[in-house]
C-alpha cells in the first residue's frame, strides 16, 4: 500500500487471522484503517501482532487475544458494536493505546475502547505482566471483569463503564489519567 488515506478490509462470514504485516510505502501511515469481520484471534505462537492506527469496526462477533503471543497497537480504536465482544483473557499480552487525535469527525481523543450503548456484553481482562490498555476505555452499559497475575498494572486512563467486576486475588492496577471531565452525581439528604 501506498501512503497515507483510508483502508478498509471487509471479512464477511469469514475468520480474520494477522499472521502477517501490512506494510505502507515509505513509511507512511494511514490517516485511518477500518477492519469490518466476522471473527478474529489474534496473538498466536509468540509473535508479535501489531495492529495498524486507526478504527477497528467490530460487529456481531468475539475479538479474542488468545495463545501466546503480543499484541500491540498504537493510535488506534476497538469500536464494539452490535453484540461484539473483545475477550483479553488467553495468556497472550495486549499492549493497545488509544489515538492522542480524534479518528474520525466528533471522537473523543484517548479512545482505546468504545463499546456501542447497547452493547451489554462484559468485556473480561487478563492482566500479564505485559499488558496494558493505555486511554478510555467506554462501556456504557456493559460491564468490565478484571483478573490477572499479582500486581500487574493493567489499564492507564479512564474507565467509564456501567459495572466493575474484579475477580481472584490479583493485584491489578489501574493508573488514572484524566482524558475527560467526568461529573459525578451528588446525593443530597432532606429532612
Given at each position: 500500500m501506498d501512503g497515507a488515506g483510508s483502508y478498509q478490509f471487509f471479512f464477511i462470514n469469514s475468520n480474520y487471522e494477522s499472521a502477517a504485516t501490512i506494510q505502507f510505502a515509505n513509511g507512511a501511515a494511514p490517516d485511518q484503517v477500518t477492519v469490518y469481520a466476522s471473527a478474529s484471534s489474534f496473538g498466536q505462537n509468540n509473535q508479535v501482532t501489531r495492529?495498524?492506527?486507526?478504527v477497528h469496526y467490530i460487529d456481531n462477533y468475539t475479538l479474542r487475544f488468545a495463545g501466546n503471543g503480543t499484541v500491540a497497537g498504537e493510535n488506534m480504536l476497538l469500536y464494539l458494536a452490535g453484540n461484539a465482544e473483545l475477550d483479553l483473557t488467553g495468556t497472550s499480552a495486549f499492549r493497545l493505546v488509544g489515538s492522542s487525535r480524534p479518528l474520525y469527525p466528533g471522537m473523543q481523543p484517548g479512545l482505546v475502547v468504545f463499546q456501542a450503548r447497547t452493547n451489554t456484553n462484559t468485556l473480561s481482562m487478563r492482566g500479564t505482566h505485559d499488558s496494558l490498555l493505555q486511554g478510555i476505555v467506554y462501556l456504557p452499559?456493559?460491564?468490565?471483569?478484571?483478573?490477572?497475575?499479582?500486581q500487574a498494572e493493567l489499564m492507564r486512563g479512564q474507565l467509564i463503564l456501567s459495572r466493575l467486576s474484579n475477580r481472584g486475588t490479583a493485584g491489578l492496577i489501574v493508573t488514572y489519567q484524566q482524558y475527560v471531565d467526568i461529573e459525578l452525581p451528588a446525593v443530597w439528604l432532606i429532612e
Open positions: 495492529l495498524l492506527p486507526g452499559d456493559g460491564t468490565l471483569e478484571l483478573n490477572g497475575t499479582p
